[in-house]
């Protein structure tokens, strides 16, 4: 693993006018962070002197990653090489994790056979990611795309429906499938704005979302607290240590 910048500000870039950090930035936020929000599709202008930054999410939207006729997706892939040739840690999320998938070589495509995951389903370890997965886990998906593997990355996470769910290279730049940031509020707000996508093939109903969460969450949670201090922190100390 790579050793990680003493920046104490971590850059979120979001693809849409509403996304917001949700439990990734209550997590980081304990750690002493700051953060720098840009959204590029309304916009805000992506920094090139990333050397002030520990860490860069690329957070998802309702958009493909192969959209290059959106100001958003142009402006993030042209800038995804600055990232690359710098020594910043990346947590790409969704469609930021297949933003950075294509950049890499690999491509991002719809299931063939027209499947999403719109709700919780499992993910299993690879045996590269027992360390930071368990053996099986329910995470919250909302994606009807998926990524191919770049060149040089490794597998640390799959799934019975899009077997690529998370990877790394060289323990700095890391792509995920799913949403850890998406907590109650959140949620809610994406099914009150997105309720009548969640039938599509494979989709869950908002009830069925609903009770996912109760059942699911809280250890989705503990997981994202754990790969937070594991991978995306290092040696810095939580503010909130007995909470």
């Not at 886990?137 to 799959?158: D, I, K, N, Q, R």
């Not at 323990?171 to 039938?199: C, M, Y």
Request: glycine share 12%; proline share 7%; hydrophobic share 35%.
């Amino acid at each position: 693993m790579n050793e990680l910048s003493p920046a104490k500000r971590i850059l979120l870039v979001f693809n849409s006018a509403t996304g917001q950090p949700g439990r990734v930035g209550d997590v980081m936020h304990r750690y002493g962070y700051t953060f720098d929000i840009r959204r590029p599709g309304e916009g805000d202008v992506l920094p090139l002197d990333l050397g002030g930054y520990h860490l860069v999410v690329v957070f998802g939207g309702p958009m493909s990653a192969n959209e290059d006729d959106l100001g958003n997706v142009s402006a993030i892939m042209d800038w995804l090489p600055k990232v690359v040739a710098s020594d910043v840690m990346y947590l790409g999320i969704c469609l930021g994790a297949q933003m950075m998938a294509r950049h890499l070589g690999a491509s991002v495509a719809p299931h063939p056979d027209g499947l999403t995951e719109i709700g919780y389903y499992p993910v299993q370890a690879t045996e590269a990611g027992r360390d930071l997965f368990p053996d099986n886990m329910m995470v919250y998906h909302w994606h009807s795309e998926g990524f191919g593997l770049p060149e040089g990355a490794e597998l640390m996470a799959t799934g019975p429906t899009f077997p690529h769910q998370a990877y790394h290279i060289d323990g700095r730049i890391w792509g995920i499938q799913f949403h850890p940031e998406v907590d109650d509020e959140s949620h809610e707000r994406w099914l009150s704005h997105g309720a009548d996508k969640t039938n599509r093939p494979n989709g869950q109903g908002p009830d069925e979302q609903r009770a996912g969460r109760a059942k699911y969450d809280a250890d989705f949670g503990a997981w994202f607290e754990r790969f937070a201090a594991k991978v995306l922190v290092g040696g810095r100390v939580c503010s909130d240590i007995g909470r």
